[in-house]
Every structure is written in structure tokens, then in C-alpha cells.
């Protein structure tokens, strides 16, 4: 079914990617598990499907539902990862320059160090400043907004068009926003990737990505990529993606009303200190933000004293549960200078959950109590 302009979030999402109605079959087809597929000997290449590896209904289906909330031609991944490692490797020569955020994603920067080692490349503080040297002769620009785990924002609009004029593309990571909270594409990127371990699927039960892009070109390289790299989704995971994405809306919404309870009380909390959500008025990305953001989500960041406070937090707190990643069903929370993040030892990342705001409150509340002022 195609997707009306006049839909709100929740209609498109509950319809996305779904097929026209046909009496006797269900509403979303369940996975397909098949390698080969039964070939037409009398009518060769006219086949839909023929080989696992070269594509999949069901990696169909979801590609066109989440083609449809991007504004683009999606391809999925077996994960984040393998979604942006086919992208650097797609786009990118030896001696290429690529631009990436220092403060996104430490996996990537992990990426390019240690297997793109013949690029160049410059990396740029999410929240700028952004100088003309950063995209002189650049091939790629790889911006992530808001950025995981320091939630700064960029100006995607602005740094589009000044990549675009020295030549560059611009690839937007939009995970922590989903494409309920910002359509890179129609900011003027061309290349959206994305993590749907995260929100997008929301269960935290599986790992998925995607990248989706405007150019039919770009596309077709990107497919054959995916198909002679082996870099494949399996069917059961893009099935459980499709189901899971049609309560995106209502999940994100249920995790910004945490969020913004959550901030509430912590901003004013004597244990906590530097409390990041693009949503709170006074938040240094409050105004980026806005410009191009539908809605802010479920994961903020604070800092308390030290990485004994947060163990401490951690294991007083009955809601909280102590995980990585983010997005999903349950609040969870992480200390990420144990991964590296050059961020204070007391730095914590916290994804609010579906649970009740006030149940949240109360227990991140109590789980504070008798923790000291950070410096
Ligand atoms: C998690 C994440 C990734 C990597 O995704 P995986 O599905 O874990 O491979 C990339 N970018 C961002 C911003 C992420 O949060």
C-alpha cells in the first residue's frame, strides 16, 4: 500500500510497506526462508526471487516501508555496521578523503582505522566549529545528529549544500533520531544510514540496519555491493523489523514523554550535572535541533561524580536496567567511557523505555538518593 503525504506518523508506520489486501492473506506476509527459489527454465531472469544471497520478499517488504518514512530507495543490512562498512566501501577509492564526526559512533572511527586504512581522514566535532578546509576535496561527508552519546546536533540543510558545492556527498547516521524524528534527504543529504537495532525496531531482541538513497545509481551499486559482499539480513530479523516498526510511533512517542520527565528532575538533581536532550529549552542543540527535527526521542546523556556513582545508580535503580544500545522497549543505561567514548568517567547514557513516567521518575529518583555533587 502506498503511503498518502496526508498521513500522520502512526498511520504510516502501522501501513508501511505493507502489501494491497488479498482475500485469504495475511495483513504482513511472514518471513520466507528460502536459498534457492524455484526457478523458470522456460522464462530465465523473469524470476522474482532465485537465490537468498541476491534478495529476499520479505527484505523487500521492509526496504519499501522504510523507503517510504526516509523519502528514498532503502537497502537493509544484517546490521549498523555492515550498512555503513558497504557504504565506505562502495563510495571510497584509495587516497580518498572522507570526513567523519569525532564524537559519533566509535565503531566506525574503529572501522576506518583499522580496515580503511588507505583513507584520509578528517575528523570534525559534531557541534562544529565546521571551517571551508574540512570539505576541500572530500569524496564523503558523514555526519551523525544528534550524536551518540553526546546528543550535540549539526545543521544537515547547511552542511549539505557546502559539501555538495566542494563536491562531496553527505551520508547522515539516523539512528538516534529514526525517520519519525528527521529526514535527512529531504534536508538536502544523500545517503541516510541507520542502525535499526535501535527505535526502529525497538525490541532490542535483534540487529538490523539500512541505508536508504536517492539515486537509482547509487542504489543499484549499493545492491550489488550487498549481494557479491555477502553482507545479508536474515529473514526471520527483517520480519520481526517490519512488525516492530509499526509501533515506532507510538513507542518514540512514550519514550519522549519519559525523556523529558527524566530531564526534568535530573537538571535539578544535586548528584547530576551537564544533562543533554535536544528537547529542554535551554539545551545547546535545542535550536538545530528544532530547525530540523519532528521529535527528539527517548535518549539523553548527564554525568554524575565519578564511575563509582554510576554503579552505584546502576544497581540501586529497579527500572534501569544496565545494557548498551538504545531505543528499545525497556529503560536501559550505560557508562560509555568503558567503551571508549572520550567522555568523563562519570558519563551515562540512558534510553527511557515504554514503562510509566512517573513509575521511572520515582526509581531513577531513589536510585540517586545519597550520591554525592559532581565536581
Ligand atoms: C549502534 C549504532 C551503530 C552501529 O549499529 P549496529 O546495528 O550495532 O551495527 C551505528 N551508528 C550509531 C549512531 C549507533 O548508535
Known sequence: MSTDRDWGDGTRCVHAGLPAPVPGAPLLPGPVFAAPFHLDPEHEGTEPDTYGRTGNPGWRALERAIGELDGGTCLVFPSGMAAIATLLRTLLRPEDTLVLPSDGYYAVRDLVRTELGWLHVREVPTAGPWPDTVFDRAQLVLLETPSNPGLDVCDIRELSRRAHAAGALVAVDNTTATPLGQRPLLLGADVVVASDTKALSGHSDLLLGHLTVRDADL??????????????????????????????????TRQAENAAAVAAVLRHHPAVRAVRWPGLPDDPAREPATAQMTRFGGVLAFTLADAEAVRHFLSRSRLVAAATSFGGLHTTADRRARWGDAVPPGFVRLSTGCEDPDDLVTDICQALEGLGRPK
Not at 226 to 252: C, Q, S, Y
Open 219 to 252: 542504489a543499484d551499486a549499493l545492491r550489488h555491493a550487498r549481494t557479491v559482499g555477502g553482507a545479508i539480513p536474515g529473514p526471520f530479523e527483517t520480519w520481526l523489523v517490519h512488525r516492530g516498526l509499526a509501533t515506532l510511533d507510538l513507542r518514540l
